[in-house]
């Protein structure tokens, strides 16, 4: 757990921080959100298409090598996203890296919203 004072990365247990002993706030830790890869997807999602219980698809933004990208409404955290659905093949080859520590974790933040302008076509 990060201290909000000195930034210092304590184990999740503690209620001081080691470094600074500010009290550490237990109730404040953000929650991590895992990525869940799906096995089989449908060949072409379209508008009003609910993706992974989740995700509605509001339209496709583009198609490349790897795959498709969609800008969907994300119902769990109420905003806007792209969704990006990688080809079978290349999704069978991935294993995604294990994490050493939770530092490259953090909860969504308002910048990372899709805003007009940032997709190129």
């Keep these: 757990m990060r201290c909000p004072k000195c930034h210092f990365e304590n184990p999740a247990e503690s209620i001081y921080c080691s470094k600074c002993a500010t009290k550490l706030d237990l109730k404040a830790a953000p929650s991590v959100s895992v990525t869940k890869t799906l096995e089989a997807t449908p060949d072409e999602l379209v508008r009003g298409t609910t993706f992974a219980s ?17 800008r969907a409404f994300d119902k769990k955290v109420e905003e806007e996203v792209a969704l990006k659905l990688l080809r079978p093949e290349i999704a069978a080859d991935y294993r995604p890296p ?16 899709i805003r007009p302008g940032q997709i190129e076509r």
């Design 54 to 70: 989740r995700y509605e698809i509001i339209e496709e933004l583009g198609t490349g090598g790897m795959g498709k990208v969609y």
């Design 98 to 113: 294990q994490p050493q520590n939770q530092d490259h974790t953090r909860p969504l933040r308002a910048n990372d919203r």
